[in-house]
């Protein structure tokens, strides 16, 4: 059979046969005096005591400090049964550690201590398409994508040369050409002494894991520049409202650190507001919106919407308050722009107005003191004795020439609205409905009055003139308000509403809780006013407006206190015109 | 109705005014004369008699009381002055400056006959008080 044992294995044997029965298994041990090269030993013959038995042949040097001074040769004869049995447990505990190599998901290797490949199993033949001759003298090295190759070499030439575990991550060319990643892992077994004897070695496939990275990088970037490019300052701070993120156009409108950044930037003016508002929102996690001014790097500040939403755990407790604040100057500064012209604009309507009446009133007012006049001189001229029937005559004619001009006055007046004809656009009365009341917002606010405003969102867009019905809208709210001046037993509340009507109109309301009005019909009519400023033409002025776009507008008292103030237009075009 | 003794004059700049209150003052027999501004007024040679005068507030060129004002040193007739709308501070500095009565338009004939019957009773005591 000629399979050689080492002397620990025969001694085992020995050992475990106690002393040798001759008849089963002999060991010979002989001095031999030279070995060729061929490690056959000269004048050796092995003693076969039996035919049902193997000889085992081991020779072994001894050695001097120096030199190898002889060689011994011993021999084992064992029963084959006893043989076979142990082949068969070897065989099997080979197979069985050779079947745990091959099947684990894992390329296996191993390398001698200097660090050359010896084994590789089969699924890493199977992987590269390469065959352990492949792999010696450093020729995996060009089965590892190149731009890790460095850093790989460099790696395992440290493991080699310390003994210290062996942990890289790579590309590994598969047999198609194709790379995929693998996390290396190499521990060296070491003998007593401590050297390493030999590497075993595991390529571990991560692609999906590194790829799985990967995808989350890009998104994680992706996210990341959204945050950056979107034209407004990101930020998210903990459940308690601390700061802790603020995104790069954040960082650089503040000027500072993350840690620089707090409520010493808002403007004194808003400051307070909204720390309160946002000291609401911790206690309650209710989300909330609101404008104010905050003070960027160079000291000027620059009116902002923010607004914030609480992000919710499974259990619903905040985890983080994310905020996002847009500039929004220009267009503040626009619509404070606005309200100044409107407040401007407001003012010269009023003097105009005023102007207009007093001017109206002395055209009127003349020919009516000279038809009193008249009118007592002429019952004088008839009472006097005799009557003096020819002055009363001439006086009569005046008065009814001076009547005919108070007349036309009246109607150059009525000549002078009717000329303002509407140039209708598309417009949504809703939108119209939200200007009027932010154009108003100071007024109503300064006298305290609380507003409700309920639109019905799926009125279509109509034809009017939007700066006839802004006026119209401006002055029924207006005179709401100035309704509810002397108000002081109830709530001052202001509701405006709109919607459909089935008679192919919408309709506007604006309710008041003013001191309500005695006739609801005189209050339309030029020069009615009960007001001590003002000279009554408002809402003959709303009339008009609402009659030149087909519409009706009138007022009736509420159930409970104030007055309510309707108008409709119609919603198709051909109505009116 | 007694005339009383005395001439009116008229400043109206509203010829439909000067007509009516003419008129009116012509039926209660009343001496006047009518003038269209103040201007007018000015120029013309008043006799000796007690008079008074009946002054509109807006008048083109010199107003009312640019009138009054410029009358103040003089031993000019009282001053009634006559509105279309009396709006006060108008009617406070019309009556510091010495103006027997302020009347709007329309004018009640009592009220202004009363008043022109007061102004004459005060200039001829003036008058007197003078020759004194």
């Known amino acids: 059979m000629g399979k050689t044992f080492s002397i620990p294995t025969i001694r085992k044997l020995r050992h475990q046969h106690g002393p040798i029965p001759s008849k089963r298994v002999s060991l010979t041990i002989s001095r031999v005096d030279s070995v060729t090269q061929t490690g056959h030993i000269d004048g050796f013959t092995p003693k076969v005591s039996r035919s049902d038995t193997d000889l085992l042949l081991q020779v072994w040097p001894l050695r001097n400090r120096l030199r190898i001074t002889r060689f011994f040769a011993g021999t084992a004869c064992f029963s084959t049964s006893t043989i076979a049995r142990a082949e068969a447990a070897l065989q099997e505990s080979e197979r069985s550690l050779r079947m745990v190599i091959e099947t684990i998901p894992a390329l296996v290797w191993s390398a001698a201590p200097d660090g050359e490949p010896d084994y590789i199993n089969q699924r890493l033949t199977d992987y590269t398409g390469k065959t352990l001759d492949d792999f010696v003298q450093s020729r995996w090295a060009s089965l590892v994508h190149p731009d890790d190759l460095d850093m790989t070499v460099k790696a395992w030439q440290h493991s080699v040369e310390t003994g210290m575990t062996y ?14 990643w693998f996390r290396v892992q190499g521990e060296p077994l070491r003998d007593k002494s401590g050297r390493v004897v030999h590497w075993y070695g595991l390529h571990i496939d991560i692609e999906d894991r590194k790829q799985a990275e990967q995808m989350i990088r890009e998104r994680e970037n992706h996210l990341r520049t959204i945050v ?29 650190t993350l840690e620089q950044i707090g409520f010493h930037s808002i403007h004194p003016d808003d400051r307070d507001g909204h720390l309160k508002k946002w000291l609401v929102c911790l206690d309650t996690g209710e989300p909330y919106e609101s404008t104010y001014r905050v003070r960027r790097a160079d000291g000027v500040y620059r009116w902002f919407y923010v607004g914030v939403e609480p992000l919710r755990d499974q259990e619903g407790r905040v985890a983080s308050w994310y905020a996002v604040n847009i500039d ?24 105009a107005a005023a102007e207009l009446s007093a001017s109206i009133a002395h055209e009127i007012n003349q020919p009516l003191a000279a038809i009193v006049a008249n009118g007592h001189a002429c019952q004088t001229w008839l009472s006097s004795d005799p009557p003096n029937i020819e002055r009363a005559q001439l006086t009569a004619e005046r008065i009814s020439r001076d009547a005919n001009s108070a007349a036309q006055v009246v109607q150059r007046i009525r000549g002078l609205f009717k000329h303002a004809r509407p140039t209708k656009t598309p417009v949504s009365i809703n939108d119209i409905i939200g200007e009027t009341l932010s154009l108003l917002a100071e007024e109503i606010n300064g006298r305290v009055v609380t507003t409700e405003v309920d639109l019905d969102r799926e009125l279509p867009v109509i034809l009017a003139d939007p700066v006839q019905i802004q006026q119209l809208i401006v002055n029924l709210v207006r005179n709401a308000i100035e309704a509810m001046e002397g108000v002081t037993d109830c709530l001052k509340h202001l509701k405006v509403t709109s919607q459909r009507e089935d008679t192919g109109t919408l309709s506007v309301r604006i309710h008041d809780r003013g001191r309500g009005i005695v006739n609801p019909q005189t209050v339309f ?12 033409l408002g809402l003959s002025i709303c009339r008009s407006i609402t009659e030149a776009h087909g519409g009706r507008l009138w007022s009736a008292p509420n159930t409970d206190a104030g007055t309510t103030f309707t108008f409709t237009l119609p919603l198709e075009p051909e109505v009116f015109e | 109705m007694t005339q009383p003794g005395g001439v009116v004059y008229l400043v109206d700049d509203d010829s439909r005014v000067r007509e009516g209150l003419s008129e009116l003052l012509a039926s209660f027999q009343i001496e006047h004369l009518v003038f269209g501004s103040a201007e007018q007024y000015l120029s013309c040679e008043k006799s000796a008699v007690p008079a008074c005068l009946v002054l509109d507030l807006q008048l083109p ?21 006559i509105s279309g709308h009396g709006d006060v501070p108008s009617t406070v500095r019309a009556m510091k400056g010495g103006a027997i009565e302020f009347l709007t338009k329309p004018i009640d004939p009592v009220a202004l006959t009363t008043a022109i019957c007061a102004a004459f009773d005060q200039d001829r005591n003036q008058r007197h008080g003078f020759r004194i």
Request: proline share 5%; glycine share 12%.
């Open chain 1, 525 to 536: 009519e030029p020069f009615f006013t009960t007001k001590e400023r003002g000279m009554g």
């Open chain 1, 328 to 351: 929004i100057d220009e267009s503040k500064q626009m619509e404070e722009a606005l309200r100044s012209t409107q407040r401007k604009l407001s003012a010269a309507m009023q003097i």
């Open chain 1, 167 to 180: 942990e890289v991550e790579h590309r590994l060319r598969r047999q198609n050409g194709a790379y995929r």
């Open chain 2, 61 to 81: 060129g010199i107003n009312g009381l640019d009138l009054q004002r410029r009358l103040a040193g003089e031993t000019g007739p009282p001053i009634i002055f």
């Open chain 1, 228 to 256: 950056e490019a979107i034209p407004a300052i990101v930020s998210r701070s903990t459940p308690a409202g601390k700061l802790e993120y603020v995104n790069q156009r954040g960082l650089e409108y503040f000027g500072g």
